[in-house]
């Protein structure tokens, strides 16, 4: 799909990208992005591709999700109610399909089966965010990038690092909580350091931004 001067212009910071570029955007202009899953993590992924002018597909069983989704969305995107029938149809064409259906604290159910794999064009790819928690596609292996024999890209190899920054910065609330005596003694103590820093208001008064700590002399220090 080869772009005129006009659409050169609008999309020039995507081009400058050393990944992208001409050819690669014209490639994003006729692509079909398939998200299964519209909650953060699955509207973020068709926020990105929206945002790039892919043709986007968002696929939720919530109706309430995918209408507060039609009235912010930018882009050429389609909201469709999640059901076998509609995966179906929707992956039969899909360039990229973006599993983001996460159920916290349990195993992610499997919504794109065998033979909706089998189903799509050679090249395509599945990008399953669920891998981690037994993944969105029956044929996701957990750490791993493959393709299948009938040209599918899975990639089930995901960076952990935003997992592990969520799990230390609620490992980090966890004892601060603990330390402001939980439920039973629950305390705000004031003259601590740490839990009036992190207090923005208290008792009516605005404590945002708090007062800089007191920096201790080091032994080598100018006397």
Same mark, same amino acid.
């Given at each position: 799909?080869a772009?005129?001067?006009?659409?050169?212009?609008r999309? $020039?910071?995507?081009?400058?990208?050393? *990944?992208?570029g001409? !050819?690669? =955007?014209?490639?994003?202009? $006729?692509?079909?992005?398939?998200?299964?899953?519209?909650?953060?993590?699955?509207?973020?992924?068709?926020?990105?591709?929206?945002?790039?002018?892919?043709?986007?597909?968002?696929?939720d069983?919530?109706?309430?999700?995918?209408?507060?989704? *039609? =009235?912010?969305c930018?882009?050429?995107?389609?909201?469709?109610?999640?059901?076998?029938?509609?995966?179906?149809?929707a992956?039969?064409?899909?360039?990229?399909?973006?599993?983001?259906?996460l159920?916290?604290?349990?195993?992610?159910?499997?919504?794109? $089966? !065998? *033979?909706?794999?089998?189903?799509?064009?050679?090249?395509?790819?599945? %990008?399953?965010?669920?891998? $981690?928690?037994?993944?969105?596609?029956?044929?996701?292996?957990n750490?791993?990038?493959?393709?299948?024999?009938?040209?599918?890209?899975? %990639?089930?190899?995901?960076?952990?690092?935003?997992? =592990?920054?969520? =799990?230390?910065?609620?490992?980090?609330?966890c004892?601060?909580?603990? *330390?402001?005596?939980?439920? !039973?003694?629950?305390?705000?103590?004031? !003259?601590?350091?740490?839990?009036?820093?992190?207090?923005?208001?208290?008792?009516?008064?605005?404590?945002?931004?708090?007062?800089?700590?007191? %920096?201790?002399?080091?032994?080598?220090? %100018?006397?």
């Open positions: 799909m772009m005129n001067d006009q659409e050169l212009l999309y $020039s910071r995507h081009i400058l990208l050393d *990944d992208i001409i !050819e690669g =955007q014209e490639k994003i202009l $006729s692509a079909h992005v398939v998200v299964i899953g519209a909650g953060n993590v699955g509207y973020n992924a068709a926020w990105i591709a929206a945002g790039m002018l892919a043709n986007v597909t968002i696929l069983k919530n109706l309430d999700r995918l209408r507060h989704l *039609d =009235q912010i930018v882009g050429r995107t389609t909201t469709l109610a999640s059901n076998r029938g509609s995966i179906e149809r992956l039969v064409d899909a360039d990229l399909v973006v599993g983001a259906v159920v916290a604290g349990a195993r992610a159910p499997i919504v794109v $089966s !065998e *033979d909706m794999v089998r189903s799509m064009k050679p090249g395509s790819v599945i %990008v399953d965010l669920a891998a $981690s928690t037994g993944g969105n596609c029956a044929l996701t292996k750490g791993e990038v493959y393709t299948t024999d009938n040209g599918v890209t899975m %990639v089930g190899k995901l960076n952990q690092l935003p997992h =592990q920054a969520s =799990q230390l910065y609620g490992n980090n609330l004892h601060l909580l603990d *330390d402001m005596g939980k439920a !039973e003694k629950w305390k705000i103590d004031m !003259e601590d350091a740490v839990v009036s820093r992190a207090m923005v208001t208290y008792n009516g008064k605005i404590n945002w931004p708090p007062a800089p700590l007191p %920096v201790s002399p080091t032994a080598g220090g %100018v006397k």
